[in-house]
């Protein structure tokens, strides 16, 4: 099978010579670590996404090019930079917009601490909208439309477009607690900013209506955490599934495009019906921790396709809980719909030893020679 066929093949729960062998990345701490342990040097523009591919000869290359990426959020986005300097931390600008302090990233990772955010009221989404969401900004569309269009009817490998994101942009910048509050209190504000985003995003693919075929769509959201949503079912059904729904119609209709790829984190039991209802029907990349696959699988049972679901603690834990997490796992690879990979980026608990195992062991898993 050609790696177009395989792909879709899985997505459409139907049978395949082998499954695609696809990872996740790792994170810059973890390459750091490999590095002192045994990993080749890899470019530094390439490490946090190449540097598993590129050593392992996955086949991820090919399920992620040749794609098509256009922008359909922020147009400028917002420049990043340092605005004060207070000893060990800075207070800096991020590209959404928002004011956060943080450990200076030379002392190693953090996590934010928000001071402001791009949209706080009205008037910040108004000129926000305006200055940064137009969809006639120049740029929107990457060069080479049309070759892209004609190599979509005979390329051996999937095709790819980023559809980009709904209420997680949103949730990015008002911030968490600003975006569940308008939810709550002006759930027609949010309305208004979902259905501006999809007319954004209708308006960028309408270049690409009727030209090419689309084998999969791939959103990102990261609305849900480690007890469920962010946001109740009620408003994601009324207010999401709909927007959702204009996308998915238009691009199978345009484009052929019947396979939608969500990547959330979290517990996404609650949103996982009105997804399917809506088109978007590969979950991705079902953090074991927070969600089961199995009950997905049972209850919505050909509907739904995964990626992921490989328990990431496993393979710090050590080769017995690799063997037993890919054990755990085989049942629902031989029932097929399923991609298995890292629930996240690797993180850097695991060492080089464990992560060269876990390849070993996933490929003999899925039929392909380590």
Same mark, same amino acid.
């Given at each position: 099978?050609?790696?177009?066929? $395989? /792909?879709?093949?899985?997505?459409?729960?139907?049978?395949?010579?082998?499954?695609?062998?696809?990872?996740?990345? /790792?994170?810059?701490?973890?390459?750091?670590?490999? $590095?002192t342990e045994g990993l080749p040097e890899t470019k530094e523009e390439d490490r946090v996404w190449g540097a598993i591919p590129s050593y392992f000869h996955t086949d991820d290359y090919e399920y992620v090019d040749p794609g098509f990426w256009p922008n359909a959020g922020l147009l400028p986005g917002f420049e990043y930079k340092v605005l004060e300097e207070k000893g060990d931390h800075i207070i800096a600008q991020d590209g959404d917009g928002a004011l956060a302090e943080m450990i200076r990233p030379e002392l190693g990772a953090s996590i934010p601490h928000y001071l402001r955010y791009a949209i706080e009221t009205k008037a910040d989404w108004e000129?926000?909208?305006?200055?940064?969401?137009?969809?006639?900004?120049?740029? $929107?569309?990457?060069?080479?439309?049309?070759?892209?269009?004609?190599?979509?009817?005979?390329?051996?490998?999937?095709?790819?477009?980023?559809?980009?994101?709904?209420?997680?942009?949103?949730?990015?910048?008002?911030?968490?607690?600003?975006?569940?509050?308008?939810?709550?209190? #002006?759930?027609?504000?949010?309305?208004?900013?979902?259905?501006?985003?999809?007319?954004?995003?209708?308006?960028?693919?309408?270049?690409?209506?009727?030209?090419?075929?689309? #084998?999969?769509?791939?959103?990102?959201?990261?609305?849900?955490?480690?007890?469920?949503?962010?946001?109740?079912?009620?408003?994601?059904?009324? %207010?999401?599934?709909?927007?959702?729904?204009?996308?998915?119609?238009?691009?199978?209709? *345009?484009?052929?495009?019947?396979?939608?790829?969500?990547?959330?984190?979290?517990?996404?039991?609650?949103?996982?019906?009105?997804?399917?209802?809506?088109?978007?029907?590969?979950?991705?990349?079902?953090?074991?921790?927070?969600?089961?696959?199995?009950?997905?699988?049972?209850?919505?049972?050909? $509907?739904?396709?995964?990626?992921?679901?490989?328990?990431?603690?496993?393979?710090?834990?050590?080769?017995?809980?690799?063997?037993?997490?890919?054990?755990?796992?085989?049942?629902?690879? *031989?029932?097929?719909?399923?991609?298995?990979?890292?629930?996240? /980026?690797?993180?850097?608990?695991?060492?080089?030893?464990?992560?060269?195992? %876990?390849?070993?062991?996933?490929?003999?898993?899925?039929?392909?020679?380590?």
């Amino acid at each position: 099978m050609t790696h177009r066929e $395989r /792909l879709l093949a899985v997505y459409h729960n139907q049978p395949v010579d082998r499954v695609p062998d696809w990872e996740f990345g /790792l994170w810059q701490q973890t390459y750091d670590r490999w $590095r002192t342990e045994g990993l080749p040097e890899t470019k530094e523009e390439d490490r946090v996404w190449g540097a598993i591919p590129s050593y392992f000869h996955t086949d991820d290359y090919e399920y992620v090019d040749p794609g098509f990426w256009p922008n359909a959020g922020l147009l400028p986005g917002f420049e990043y930079k340092v605005l004060e300097e207070k000893g060990d931390h800075i207070i800096a600008q991020d590209g959404d917009g928002a004011l956060a302090e943080m450990i200076r990233p030379e002392l190693g990772a953090s996590i934010p601490h928000y001071l402001r955010y791009a949209i706080e009221t009205k008037a910040d989404w108004e000129q926000f909208r305006d200055e940064r969401l137009n969809p006639d900004t120049a740029g $929107r569309l990457p060069e080479g439309v049309d070759d892209f269009c004609r190599y979509t009817h005979t390329a051996d490998t999937p095709t790819g477009l980023g559809a980009g994101s709904t209420y997680g942009w949103i949730r990015n910048w008002m911030g968490v607690e600003n975006a569940s509050l308008a939810v709550a209190e #002006d759930p027609e504000w949010v309305g208004e900013m979902l259905t501006h985003l999809t007319d954004l995003k209708l308006s960028v693919f309408q270049r690409l209506a009727g030209k090419c075929k689309i #084998d999969s769509v791939h959103w990102w959201e990261d609305i849900c955490f480690n007890k469920g949503p962010l946001i109740s079912p009620r408003f994601f059904e009324k %207010y999401m599934v709909p927007q959702y729904r204009r996308v998915t119609d238009f691009l199978r209709r *345009e484009c052929g495009c019947d396979t939608n790829v969500l990547d959330c984190d979290g517990n996404i039991h609650a949103l996982v019906p009105g997804w399917l209802d809506c088109g978007i029907n590969v979950m991705f990349p079902v953090e074991a921790a927070h969600t089961d696959g199995y009950k997905i699988k049972e209850e919505f049972g050909d $509907r739904v396709a995964m990626r992921g679901y490989v328990d990431k603690r496993a393979l710090i834990s050590g080769k017995e809980a690799i063997d037993a997490e890919l054990a755990r796992l085989k049942p629902l690879l *031989e029932r097929g719909g399923f991609v298995p990979h890292t629930d996240h /980026l690797v993180p850097p608990d695991v060492s080089w030893e464990n992560y060269c195992y %876990y390849r070993q062991q996933k490929c003999r898993l899925i039929g392909k020679e380590p």
